[in-house]
């Protein structure tokens, strides 16, 4: 799989006012009835052009931090388990794929002020949908008087940055100590980083923003490995805080365990199954010792440390690369995987014996998977980044159903124009990002994801997510 950026171009903030090209159109012409849009089927005639339907999000908001991120991750904070009312304010570690080498930065950055409304998913009266969505750091949060607005002005973001050799291909923050980040390097270097100060200093700075901050810090970090080559698969353990995986493009997997809470003795002989690419590394949600791993060779396998360096099992999961994988926290008996050539698959683990343990299939992304994460809220929920620049939201538990969706369309009066070919399952599709790479659900703010492509960064909460939260909360 390509997994780097295409011409990767540093960002630039836009003038006040400016419009993505995607954004309405100022034709005075007569308006033909809005449909909804499908990548690799539909084709844009001469002089259509997309429109987002604000009234799709409770929030979104773009920004960027300079350069463009392959990866990036979502840090744990203290400001509250499960949060509900706007403004958020979210953490965040990325790595760059700047121009050049010794351009590239670990950003640890802060978004604050993050506006957004709630909305019933029926609404009491007709939406106006004449709003549009603006540029930079702007939302789809125009006023309307049958809609609660929370949060006002623009998201506030502020970065600090630590200067890092080489593109960053992939980085984690430590889900126990979530100042503690790993990161892979196409040098074949993987580091591990205390980012204490910088978490420190965004948390005590409350109102000063920064665009891109010029400042770029010197910093060692707390242990340096290097693999025999550049690698993407990067895992840290759920369970035992500071163990960590690390998978290269030579098909070698390598354990990291934590000696103290600043140093760790890496296992020098790797675990070896595959007989391609390691793309990625998922721990098991339940057993400490038990890990999963993925590879171009279309293989899926499971192992246990404790049974040597062998994989315990391994499966043929797809006809092409396998570039992705999740592991249901919710639910661990399934296992999500995604390609290299766009069909991403469910599996229920308890099946393998059986043979054939794949519960759910799906080929509507025509592109590669470059991104799949199941929902840290709800089990039956997952969301998939593509190549063809599609973000989607899929609820397995859904069925088509036609006299709820007569139901629906008769108390909104609205005329969908949705495609009859679209599976029951897809709950939204988000574009407008372009080269998607990595998406991730917020564990302490349901409904929130974030993704990150070639030209920055996307938070979203789309209206028709509902979470059900626990009773006590």
Request: glycine share 6%; charged share 25%.
């Amino acid at each position: 799989m390509v997994r780097s950026i295409k011409n990767p171009k540093k960002a630039k903030r836009k003038a006040k006012g400016s419009k993505k090209g995607d954004g309405s159109s100022s034709s005075s012409g007569p308006s033909m009835p809005a449909k909804v849009w499908q990548p690799g089927v539909d084709k844009l005639e001469e002089g259509e052009e997309l429109q987002c339907d604000p009234s799709a999000y409770n929030s979104l908001h773009a920004f960027h931090i300079g350069w463009p991120c392959l990866s990036f991750d979502i840090v744990r904070d203290t400001l509250g388990l499960v949060r509900t009312e706007f403004p958020h304010s979210v953490y965040f570690v990325a790595g760059t794929q700047a121009e050049k080498a010794a351009w590239n930065s670990l950003g640890i950055f802060k978004v604050s002020n993050i506006s957004g409304k709630k909305r019933e998913l029926v609404p009491a009266k007709a939406v106006d949908d004449d709003s549009n969505m603006d540029s930079e750091d702007s939302d789809s949060d125009d006023d309307s008087e049958d809609e609660e607005s929370s949060g006002s002005g623009a998201p506030v973001l502020q970065l600090r940055k630590v200067a890092h050799e080489g593109c960053v291909n992939r980085i984690r923050a430590m889900t126990q100590n979530p100042h503690i980040c790993a990161s892979w390097a196409d040098t074949g270097h993987v580091q591990v980083w205390d980012f204490s100060s910088h978490l420190n200093a965004l948390a005590e700075s409350e109102t000063e923003a920064s665009q891109g901050a010029s400042s770029v810090f010197n910093q060692a970090p707390l242990v340096k490995y290097g693999h025999k080559d550049e690698g993407f698969a990067l895992d840290w353990s759920p369970l035992v805080p500071g163990r960590l995986l690390s998978g290269d493009c030579k098909n070698y997997i390598h354990l990291w365990e934590p000696t103290s809470g600043s140093t760790w003795n890496v296992d020098t002989t790797p675990y070896i199954g595959h007989i391609a690419s390691v793309e990625d590394l998922q721990w098991s949600p339940t057993e400490p010792d038990v890990f999963a791993s993925c590879s171009v060779d279309g293989n899926i396998a499971i192992w246990d440390i404790r049974i040597g360096k062998a994989p315990a099992t391994s499966f043929k999961a797809h006809n092409a690369d396998v570039n992705v994988m999740s592991w249901n926290r919710l639910a661990s008996c399934m296992l999500a995987s995604g390609s290299d050539d766009g069909t991403f698959s469910i599996r229920d683990l308890r099946l393998l014996k059986e043979g054939d343990s794949v519960v759910a299939h799906f080929e509507y992304h025509k592109h590669p998977i470059t991104s799949i994460e199941w929902s840290p809220h709800e089990a039956s929920t997952l969301a998939v980044t593509s190549s063809d620049n599609q973000l989607t939201i899929w609820d397995l538990s859904l069925e088509n159903d036609e006299e709820e969706e007569a139901e629906f369309k008769a108390k909104t009066k609205e005329e969908v124009n949705a495609p009859k070919d679209l599976p029951p399952q897809l709950l939204f599709v988000h574009q407008g990002q372009k080269d998607l790479k990595e998406l991730h659900w917020h564990t302490q703010i349901p409904g929130m994801l974030v993704s990150t492509a070639a030209d920055g960064y996307n938070i979203l909460m789309p209206s028709n997510i509902q979470t059900t939260l626990p009773s006590e909360l």
